[in-house]
Structures are given as structure tokens and as C-alpha cells.
């Protein structure tokens, strides 16, 4: 009996829920980020009893939370909001706090938005990255550079650190 | 560079969860619900299945929350979560039962924790009514077992669903209290709410 030894659902919820609630944030925004919160953790909660007691749960549950997040950006593609997202917060500061940064890598080709958000919101090592978007660890790292390369040139006043 | 992490306002995913939960709980996504459930007994951990009551748990004699649910994810399944509002009607009747307005129960049960012989003994004792008390030896013999009284004594002390099921009913046959998976001085508290009084070595009825 395989899954026997798998946490109670509710304390796997509670140990990862700030987790995937701040990689949703990053990816896709505070106001989507509730739906895909709840449509992530249903969906682990139907897997749940299938799952091996030694997966990584961490990683799993983000892998989903990256599905989740790709259908809100696939919805949007379809039906473009009339406005920028950045408009619906107006209690943001609209100058460099951290939120302003995710808005950019919002801005970023897919591969890099979703390396950028797994590896700092999410705190995802490379590997778990390229395990969760099925690619190979060096693709990971090479986006993440990418990405990053293109950010500081937006934001000239984050200090770039080797 | 460095991109720190969305800050999460206090409370936000704690409330999102707690949503999620319930929704879970609504849609029959969880297989297993549970609530904490206050009571003059102590603290209660009451676990439902789409079945019935499957577990009430005396908190501390139990190890704690964690340890309730963890030996209930390896019996059933892992697939548990908080959901207080489904496990309502249970902290209703226990709360009239406390009050001394409540006799009998009337939530659905799921005997699933228990099996065999074991769960012939309690569906027995679960028909021990208000106020009545029975003995081990009389358990046995209802369980179509009348030697195995020491047998019933162990069924009776893995109960899962105490206070409902009610083993603090079943006394000693010499008149003594027997033993109580939740403690001797519940069981006499339980039995004092039941105007059962005294184990004076006879059956004790109320009126």
C-alpha cells in the first residue's frame, strides 16, 4: 500500500500553500491568482491517493500550480484584456517594488516567465524546473539567463549579482 | 540580480486554503473530513467519511491531531481535509448530549476502523441505551463469543468512535469500572451524565 505513508492532504495544503500562492502571484498576477490557487489544489487533492510516498511533493504540487498559471496566460493570449494588468492595482506602487518586477517577467517570453517564477517565487532548483517544464536542466539555466539579461536592462536599478 | 518574491498579505493563503477546503469537502473531492470538536471532556478530533462518523478521537490520549490523522490516512486514506462545516450535525448532537438534551445519536456511522469480531462487539454495545450499562462478559456472549469477554474488553478499548458508540457503558462483570480508552475519570464523567452513578456490582439503571 504504496500511498500509506503520504502526509493527510491537509498538512501537505498547509506546509506548500505559501508557496504555490506567491509562484501564482508572480505568474499571473494577485487576480487570477486565487482561481488557479484552488484549481491547483483540487486537482492534487484528486491525485493524491495514486501518488508514491516518496515523490517530491514540493516540486509536484508546483509542477501543477506551472499548469494551472499556463492556462491562465494560454486564456489570455485568446482574449487579450482591453487594459494592462497593471492598471487593475492601483495600491501598487507603480515605481521598482518587487511587484513591479514580476510585472516584467509577466512581460517575458513563456519559457523565461515560467523559469523566472519558478526559480524566485517558487525557490525551485534548476532541476526541479527542468523536471517540471519537461526540458533539460541547461535550457532551464539558459532562459533563466536570458531572462534575467533582459530584465536588467529594464531595471537599471537592481544591482546584478554574479 | 535578484527577484524577491511576491509578498503574501497576513492571513491570504491560509483563508484561500481554508476556501479550497470547503470546497473540496462540497464537491466530494476529499474522501476524508475532520473537525475539531469542543467538548466538557476535552478536546475531540471527529472524522467523516461520505459514509458516516468514522472517528471520534480524545485529542491528547490520541497523540495529538497529527497522530489521529496519520493513523486514519494509513487505514482509509490520505486524502483528508479540514471541513468544520460538514462535521456540524456531529458537533450538534454531541453538544445537546453534553447539555443533557440528547439520549441517543442520530449521525450516520462508518465502522470502517473497525473489522471482525472487534466490530461485532461494538455494533453490540452501540445498542446499550442511555442511561443502561452492560458488562464484558455480556458483550461477548451478544457478539456470539461468550468466552472471549477478555477479547470484548480489547474491542471495546479500540473503539473508534467513543461517546457515540458508547463503551463507557460496559462495566466489569465483578461490578467495577473496567477500564476507558479515554481515561477512567471520562468514563465516570460520561456515566454521571447518564444519571449512572455508582458501580456498585449490579447493573445500574436510570429510573
Not at chain 1, 26 to 54: K, N, V
Not at chain 1, 75 to 102: K, M, S, T, Y
Not at chain 2, 175 to 183: A, I, Q, V
Amino acid at each position: 500500500m504504496p500511498a500509506a505513508r503520504l502526509p493527510p492532504f491537509q498538512r501537505f495544503l498547509d506546509t506548500h500553500r505559501d508557496d504555490v500562492l506567491r509562484f501564482l502571484i508572480a505568474s499571473i498576477g494577485r487576480h487570477d491568482a486565487d482561481d488557479a490557487f484552488q484549481e491547483t489544489f483540487l486537482a492534487a487533492l484528486r491525485a493524491y491517493p495514486r501518488l508514491t510516498p516518496d515523490s517530491n511533493l514540493r516540486g509536484w504540487v508546483l509542477t501543477i500550480a506551472h499548469r494551472k498559471a499556463l492556462d491562465v496566460h494560454r486564456a489570455r493570449r485568446r482574449n487579450p484584456l482591453p487594459v494592462p494588468d497593471i492598471q487593475e492595482r492601483p495600491a501598487q506602487p507603480a515605481g521598482d517594488g518587487p511587484a513591479d518586477h514580476w510585472e516584467r517577467v509577466r512581460a517575458l517570453p513563456p519559457r523565461q516567465r515560467e523559469v523566472l517564477t519558478l526559480r524566485y517565487a517558487a525557490d525551485l532548483t534548476h532541476a526541479e524546473i527542468a523536471r517540471a517544464l519537461g526540458c533539460s536542466e541547461e535550457a532551464a539555466r539558459r532562459a533563466a539567463a536570458d531572462g534575467l539579461k533582459t530584465l536588467r536592462k529594464e531595471l537599471r536599478d537592481v544591482p546584478a549579482t554574479p | 540580480m535578484s527577484l524577491p518574491p511576491p509578498d503574501l498579505l497576513p492571513g491570504e493563503a491560509a483563508a484561500l486554503a481554508a476556501r479550497t477546503t470547503a470546497r473540496a469537502a462540497d464537491e466530494g473531492i476529499a474522501q476524508i473530513v475532520y473537525a475539531r470538536v469542543d467538548s466538557p471532556v476535552g478536546r475531540l478530533v471527529a472524522v467523516a467519511t461520505p459514509r458516516g462518523l468514522a472517528r471520534i478521537a480524545y485529542e491528547l490520549e490520541n497523540g495529538g491531531l497529527d497522530s489521529i490523522l496519520d493513523d486514519v490516512a494509513l487505514k482509509l486514506s490520505p486524502a483528508i481535509v479540514e471541513a468544520p462545516a460538514r462535521l456540524d450535525p456531529v458537533r450538534r448532537e454531541l453538544e445537546e448530549y453534553f447539555e443533557g438534551r440528547r439520549e441517543d445519536f442520530d449521525v450516520a456511522l462508518d465502522w470502517s476502523l473497525t473489522t471482525g469480531f472487534r466490530r461485532r462487539v461494538l455494533q453490540q454495545c452501540a445498542r446499550i441505551p442511555f442511561g443502561a450499562t452492560s458488562t464484558y462478559k455480556e458483550m461477548a456472549i451478544a457478539a456470539g463469543s461468550p468466552r472471549a469477554f477478555r477479547a470484548a474488553g480489547g474491542a471495546l478499548g479500540s473503539n473508534p468512535i467513543p461517546i457515540i458508540v458508547p463503551c463507557h457503558r460496559v462495566l466489569a462483570t465483578g461490578g467495577g469500572l473496567g477500564g476507558y480508552t479515554g481515561g477512567l475519570e471520562r468514563k465516570r464523567q460520561l456515566l454521571s451524565i447518564e444519571d449512572v452513578t455508582s458501580t456498585g456490582g449490579r447493573r445500574l439503571r436510570r429510573s
